[in-house]
């Protein structure tokens, strides 16, 4: 079993940054691949973001394409979110996943809030 623990949302003006952690427990983490997640009101989740277990590739929806990146720190069991130039349509509840082949985990989420 892996638990995970988003945290680093918040509400922050449009052009401006926060960086999400999605801390895992568990001592295979490096072996899972990692997404990052959202979901805002009346909508679809999406997917935003995705690091392979090795830390590469990357890649990325294109709407946040040059503003966001994902990274890991597998000596932490971290996988993080840094969003720069953040829009009002950011807004949205993130969501941190693991997989590897049919195992799958979520977390419980991190409201980020962007005021134009």
């Known amino acids: 079993q892996v638990h995970l623990v988003e945290s680093g949302g918040g509400l922050v003006q449009a052009g401006g940054s926060l960086r999400l952690s999605c801390a895992a427990s568990?001592?295979?983490?490096?072996?899972?691949?990692v997404g990052w997640f959202r979901q805002a009101p009346g909508k679809e989740r999406e997917s935003v973001a995705l690091?392979?277990?090795?830390?590469?590739?990357?890649t990325y929806t294109d709407s946040v394409k040059g503003r966001f990146t994902i990274s890991r720190d597998n000596a932490k069991n971290t996988v993080y979110l840094q969003m720069n130039s953040l829009k009002p349509e950011d807004t949205a509840v993130y969501y941190c996943?693991?997989?590897?082949?049919?195992?799958?985990?979520w977390g419980q989420g991190t409201q980020v809030t962007v005021s134009s």
């Open positions: 996943n693991l997989f590897r082949g049919a195992d799958e985990y």
């Open positions: 568990g001592r295979t983490f490096s072996r899972y691949c």
């Open positions: 690091i392979w277990w090795n830390g590469a590739p990357t």
